[in-house]
Nanobody, 121 residues
Framework: QVQLVESGGGLVQPGGSLRLSCAASGSLFSIYAMGWYRQAPGKEREVVATIPSSGTTRYADSVKGRFTISRDNTKNTVYLEMNSLEPEDTAVYYC???????????????WGQGTQVTVSS
């Protein structure tokens, strides 16, 4: 089995910062693209940022210049550094990864359980 476990969410004031982490564990053969998505109440889930195993990171226009995605392949972990947070960033943030497991050896998409980020004064 493969698991993605997020951490780092919480309550922060507008203009503040948070750092989310997501660690992959289990029957990992290789991890390809990783990313962060978010879902606000009453809205559809949307992509926030993605990072391939190598190559260019991509960001939603709404977070460009404020959020930074990175990964540590030695720890099978992806991070999301969020600065200048706005109330509109309030959502449940989900980690996503494309992984080839040692069980099936096929590529599958995995999701974390989600972590709440609330930006409010």
């Amino acid at each position: 089995q493969v698991q993605l476990v997020e951490s780092g969410g919480g309550l922060v004031q507008p203009g503040g910062s948070l750092r989310l982490s997501c660690a992959a564990s289990g029957s990992l053969f290789s991890i390809y693209a990783m990313g962060w998505y978010r879902q606000a109440p009453g809205k559809e889930r949307e992509v926030v940022a993605t990072i391939p195993s190598s190559g260019t990171t991509r960001y939603a226009d709404s977070v460009k210049g404020r959020f930074t995605i990175s990964r540590d392949n030695t720890k099978n972990t992806v991070y999301l550094e969020m600065n200048s947070l706005e109330p509109e960033d309030t959502a449940v943030y989900y980690c996503n990864a494309i992984i080839r497991s040692t069980i099936t050896f096929s590529l599958s998409e995995y999701w974390g359980q989600g972590t709440q980020v609330t930006v409010s004064s």
